[in-house]
């Protein structure tokens, strides 16, 4: 197992990895609607708020993620994790919690403050978020399910409450993904 940060050249067999595990586990017409925000994601964001991940076994993509910029009121550095897709015949090895770990590592390196993401809060509390309350930070759009609003520190100061609109990256910033 190889962990790396995402290399452009790898685009096509990434978004064809979001479209076949979103397919498989949701339906076709998901699979194309990931596909087509993976695409947006990759073709639209400014290489410095884009941090793509990827685990590769013999040279082939398993796994991938993506940290895009979140523009939060405190103006602390801001990064939210969406998309992840592992390989559905690689699902519940650990490899997906060892891909977001490794990007979270990364992000450190940066110098990042904070982490988001939107998602199942069993799953991603196994690498450190936790649920936060828009009365602390406010999502970017309406969440369909509140619950799933994650949120870690990554350089161990408390999330604070923040007063304001966040902001994400302009392929993320569709209602519908929410």
């Keep these: 197992m190889k962990f790396s940060l995402f290399d452009e050249s790898k685009s096509l067999e ?4 979001f479209r076949k595990v979103f397919s498989e586990s949701e339906g076709q017409a998901e699979g194309q609607v990931i596909a087509d ?3 947006n994601l990759i073709a639209t964001t400014a290489p410095e708020d884009l941090k793509g ?6 040279q082939t993509v398993v796994g991938c993620i993506f940290f895009s ?33 490794y990007g979270l590592d990364h992000l450190r390196s940066l110098n990042v403050n904070l982490a988001f993401t939107y998602g199942d809060p069993s799953y991603y509390s196994k690498t450190g978020f936790e649920q936060i309350s828009e009365h602390i930070v406010k999502a970017p759009c309406p969440l369909s399910q509140p619950i ?5 520190s990554l350089d161990g100061q408390v999330i604070e409450p923040m007063a304001g609109p966040t902001k ?7 209602p519908a993904l929410w």
């Design 53 to 58: 991940c990827t685990a590769e076994i013999n």
């Design 37 to 39: 925000f993976v695409t």
């Design 14 to 17: 990434v978004i064809e990895l």
């Design 148 to 152: 799933g609003w994650l949120a870690q």
């Design 168 to 174: 994400c990256v302009e392929a993320l910033n569709d």
């Design 69 to 101: 910029r979140l523009t939060v009121p405190s103006g602390q550095i801001a990064f939210i994790l969406s998309p992840v897709a592992i390989s559905s015949d690689m699902q519940r090895t650990g490899i997906g919690q060892k891909l977001i770990t």
